[in-house]
T-cell receptor
Framework: GAGVSQTPSNKVTEKGKYVELRCDPISGHTALYWYRQSLGQGPEFLIYFQGTGAADDSGLPNDRFFAVRPEGSVSTLKIQRTERGDSAVYLC????????????FGPGTRLTVL | KQEVTQIPAALSVPEGENLVLNCSFTDSAIYNLQWFRQDPGKGLTSLLLIQSSQREQTSGRLNASLDKSSGRSTLYIAASQPGDSATYLCAVRQSGGSNYKLTFGKGTLLTVNP
């Protein structure tokens, strides 16, 4: 595709439920990033993949959050036992190879936990 | 820990006015600095990227400057138009081991009135 795509664009769930957010990076990009943007804040780093492996997951807030990228392309961010504080826009970005390449952002998934 | 601050938080100007958005950062050991635009419900669009060795970058009506030693950057928008209305985010990339992470400010919400 032409750019980074994310699905769903909006997700409403109830407290305690499990959710999965998907990111399709630009074809051929080996580096992939997840950021979280809470209302009125700038995006905050969550995790960085280089290929299939998570090179840095230090931004994940707790063990309810997990992300995978099994084939080095599509990535899924998984949130267990959602809490109201998890409500935010989750942004995905990709870059061609090295971590210092320009990051191209997707439109984000707006997650609302009721 | 790097902290990025953007002033003002919001700005409303009449069409045609020139304006300046400010960004400051606490750790001058940066790899580069980037200005993004964010429209409601959409992802981040990169506007200008300034490498740490550069002083400024220009694209059309936009000019971004960087003073690394003082930890400051400005985004100058000439002859503003209603279509410039958006949130503008400043992000820095650290030099060193975690140079894939972007640290963002909270953004400046710009409204250009016809």
């Amino acid at each position: 595709g032409a750019g980074v795509s994310q699905t769903p664009s909006n997700k409403v769930t109830e407290k305690g439920k499990y959710v999965e957010l998907r990111c399709d990076p630009i074809s051929g990009h080996t580096a992939l990033y997840w950021y979280r943007q809470s209302l009125g804040q700038g995006p905050e780093f969550l995790i960085y993949f280089q290929g299939t492996g998570a090179a840095d997951d230090s931004g994940l807030p707790n063990d309810r959050f997990f992300a995978v990228r099994p084939e080095g392309s599509v990535s899924t961010l998984k949130i267990q036992r959602t809490e109201r504080g998890d409500s935010a826009v989750y942004l995905c970005a990709s870059s061609p190879s090295f971590g210092t390449d320009t990051q191209y952002f997707g439109p984000g998934t707006r997650l609302t936990v009721l | 820990k790097q902290e990025v601050t953007q002033i003002p938080a919001a700005l409303s100007v009449p069409e045609g006015e020139n304006l300046v958005l400010n960004c400051s950062f606490t750790d001058s050991a940066i790899y580069n600095l980037q200005w993004f635009r964010q429209d409601p419900g959409k992802g981040l669009t990169s506007l200008l990227l300034i490498q740490s060795s550069q002083r400024e970058q220009t694209s059309g009506r936009l000019n971004a400057s960087l003073d690394k030693s003082s930890g400051r950057s400005t985004l100058y928008i000439a002859a503003s138009q209603p279509g410039d209305s958006a949130t503008y985010l400043c992000a820095v990339r650290q030099s060193g081991g975690s140079n894939y992470k972007l640290t963002f400010g909270k953004g400046t919400l710009l409204t250009v009135n016809p």
